[in-house]
């Protein structure tokens, strides 16, 4: 079992930034994979950003590619998400996810993804 929890949401104005933060606990060094995944109201959850527990690859959607950085702290076992010149449609409850089993995934869907924090909310003004 790994447990996630996430924070660092908040509101800002367009234009901002915001650092999330999300703490995984219990069996995390069966990590494969960690994600952040966001969702609208009324919308799908979709795809923001991965990265390999080791660190090696990271893979963006196009729309925060450039402004959004994932990253992690092995020794804290916490992944973070730094997102930078945030717009109004930035607006969604982000949620981080882990794969914890080696294989071939397709990263981008969540469905894939076995453990999920509870969500925090990211609200950006214009």
């Known amino acids: 079992q790994v447990h996630l929890v996430e924070s660092g949401g908040g509101l800002v104005q367009a234009g901002g930034s915001l650092r999330l933060s999300c703490a995984a606990s219990?069996?995390?060094?069966?990590?494969?994979?960690a994600g952040w995944f966001r969702q609208a109201p009324g919308k799908e959850r979709v795809f923001v950003a991965a990265i390999t527990w080791s660190g090696s690859s990271t893979l963006y959607a196009d729309s925060v590619k450039g402004r959004f950085t994932i990253s992690k702290d092995n020794a804290k076992n916490t992944l973070y998400l730094q997102m930078n010149s945030l717009k109004p449609e930035d607006t969604a409850v982000y949620f981080c996810?882990?794969?914890?089993?080696?294989?071939?995934?397709?990263?981008?869907?969540?469905?894939?993804?076995?453990?999920w924090g509870q969500g925090t909310q990211v609200t950006v003004s214009s």
């Open positions: 219990g069996r995390t060094f069966n990590n494969y994979v």
């Open positions: 996810a882990t794969i914890v089993t080696i294989g071939d995934y397709n990263i981008t869907s969540p469905i894939e993804y076995g453990y």
